[in-house]
């Protein structure tokens, strides 16, 4: 393991990481300063605790509404994907029975 100092709003984090994942989390860290640095900046929020929470609820929002590459919602495709893996269960189910 490879130890990491990430420093956002001015307070320094110490984390230890596998040295494949240290550019994804100095990424991740970054998108994260950046989120906090703009809820700070505009002023209607007040504390780090508090620009903490309305940070992870801005990034889990653009998690759960992220899109694929077609535009295709991931939640949609998700629900498409086991539509289908259902109906090809259901149509090899009988050929089960043949053997």
Known sequence: MEHVTLSILGREYRLACAP?????????????????????DAGKVMGADRIAVMAALQIAHELFTCKDGTG?????????LRDLLQTCDDA??????LF
């Open 20 to 40: 494949e994942e240290k550019a994804a989390l100095l990424h991740c860290a970054q998108y994260v300063e950046g989120k906090m640095r703009a809820i700070k």
């Open 72 to 80: 295709i919602e991931v939640g949609e495709l998700r629900r498409r």
């Open 92 to 97: 090899l189910l009988p050929q089960e029975k």
